[in-house]
Structures are given as C-alpha cells and as structure tokens.
C-alpha cells in the first residue's frame, strides 16, 4: 500500500506561481508512475500531469505545457508540480495518484492505484 498526502496549494493571484509536493509513505514510489489531476468545481477529473519512474519522461495536459512542470525525488519518496503562470482557470483540487509498473506514461485515471486526498488552489483574477 502507497499512501499519498498532498501539500502546498492555497490562494495566489493569477500569474503567480505554486508549487504542490506530494509525499509518499508505506512503500517506496521508486516502481510506480505518478500523475497529477484535478477537479475543478462542477467538473470531473482530468489528467494533469505524469512522470515515468526514473523522471525521464513526463507527459502533460494540453492545458498546462510551459506552465507546469512534474518532477520526483525518489530518494525524498516526494513528488512536486511546479505551476507558474497560473489562470483562474487553473482554479481546481490537484490529486496526486501512483500506479502502474513505472515504465508507462498515462493520462488514464484507471491506471493509477493509490490516490491522495487533494490539495484545493484557488487563482484570482
């Protein structure tokens, strides 16, 4: 079992930044890929963000390339989405979500296994 617990989100203006750390406990996340979603309000949930075991590849939504970056400290057991440039739009509870073998990139919310609770990010215009 893989627990997940989100942290850093909270209100910023729009064009300013954050950065979401997901921190891992139970099992190491060196052998699972991790992706970022989000559910904004009245909204279902969509892929932000993934990034393969080692942090060689990582894939994003369209709605978020050059703004956001995922990137994982395996040795922390942590897992970070830089966001800059943030639109209200960007407004939404960000889940972080492990699954799979590590090797693949997915935007599929059925191949991640393990779910944190979400941290809220609200941007203001």
């Known amino acids: 079992q893989v627990q997940l617990v989100e942290s850093g989100g909270g209100l910023v203006q729009a064009g300013g930044s954050l950065r979401l750390s997901c921190e891992a406990s139970?099992?190491?996340?060196?052998?699972?890929?991790i992706g970022w979603f989000r559910q904004a309000p009245g909204k279902e949930r969509a892929f932000v963000a993934g990034?393969?075991?080692?942090?060689?590849?990582?894939m994003y939504a369209d709605s978020v390339k050059g703004r956001f970056t995922i990137s994982r400290d395996n040795a922390k057991n942590t897992i970070y989405l830089q966001m800059n440039s943030l639109k209200p739009e960007d407004t939404a509870v960000y889940y972080c979500?492990?699954?799979?073998?590590?090797?693949?990139?997915?935007?599929?919310?059925?191949?991640?296994?393990?779910w944190g609770q979400g941290t809220q990010v609200t941007v203001s215009t």
């Open positions: 979500a492990a699954g799979g073998d590590g090797l693949g990139l997915w935007p599929a919310q059925s191949r991640y296994n393990y």
């Open positions: 139970g099992r190491s996340i060196s052998g699972y890929t």
């Open positions: 990034i393969n075991w080692s942090g060689g590849r990582t």
